[in-house]
Antibody, heavy 119, light 112 residues
Framework: EVQLVQSGAEVKKPGESLKISCEGSGYGFTGYWIGWVRQMPGKGLEWMGIIYPADSDTRYSPSFRGQVSISADKSISTAYLQWSSLKASDTAMYYC????????????WGQGTLVTVSS | QSVLTQPPSVSGAPGQRVTISCTGSSSNIGAGYDVHWYQQLPGTAPKLLIYENINRPSGVPDRFSGSKSGTSASLAITGLRADDEADYYCQSYDSGLSGSRVFGGGTKLTVL
């Protein structure tokens, strides 16, 4: 069974750094792209970027390039989303999701990680 | 402002049929890229509902169907049930500046 399990909720202050994770299991982790999707409170889904764990090839949405960093450690089947300096506007639910083999849609999703940034 | 446009809300009574539209442009749906649909039940992660315009993943009832024509796509739900109440999102690929994978703004389905 394909599963993506994300790390738990985080509460941070503005300016702090953060790295959240997404562990894949039940499939060949290095063979599929993993994406990150933001959902701000009461809002829709926004694609942030994707990474190919086999070689860490990474693509960012123009809206998020330079704002976050996506990485992966294929030895432990885990992808990461990282901020160096959080802002209150980063408060959101973040989902990881697996891109299917055609590279175009997300066929499996993690349960989400809620990030709250507040002073 | 989402690259793909969906109505903010639709509603229907149990047993009825509803449709949700997804309108794009010549750089995404109109360019021939497929449309995919996700269902997000309250408080849960999105789930793939329809892929490549018309296909249902295993376990998705045939009450859900998709179609695509020109620069638009539609999701139809027949035999509406109370547990269909959710947010629905379309998604496609965009070859323009928006950065490839794009979502619609989402449609809230209310079962009356």
């Amino acid at each position: 069974e394909v599963q993506l399990v994300q790390s738990g909720a985080e509460v941070k202050k503005p300016g702090e750094s953060l790295k959240i994770s997404c562990e894949g299991s039940g499939y060949g982790f290095t063979g599929y792209w993993i994406g990150w999707v933001r959902q701000m409170p009461g809002k829709g889904l926004e694609w942030m970027g994707i990474i190919y764990p086999a070689d860490s090839d990474t693509r960012y949405s123009p809206s998020f390039r330079g704002q976050v960093s996506i990485s992966a450690d294929k030895s432990i089947s885990t992808a990461y989303l990282q901020w160096s300096s959080l802002k209150a506007s980063d408060t959101a639910m973040y989902y990881c999701a697996r891109l299917d083999s055609t590279f175009f849609y997300f066929d499996y999703w993690g349960q989400g990680t809620l990030v709250t940034v507040s002073s | 402002q989402s690259v793909l446009t969906q109505p903010p809300s639709v509603s229907g009574a149990p047993g009825q049929r509803v449709t949700i539209s997804c309108t794009g442009s010549s750089s995404n749906i109109g360019a021939g890229y497929d449309v995919h649909w996700y269902q997000q039940l309250p408080g849960t992660a999105p789930k793939l509902l329809i892929y490549e315009n018309i296909n249902r993943p295993s376990g998705v009832p045939d009450r859900f169907s998709g179609s695509k024509s020109g620069t638009s796509a539609s999701l139809a739900i027949t035999g509406l049930r109370a547990d269909d109440e959710a947010d629905y999102y379309c998604q496609s690929y965009d070859s323009g500046l928006s950065g490839s994978r794009v979502f619609g703004g989402g449609t809230k389905l209310t079962v009356l």
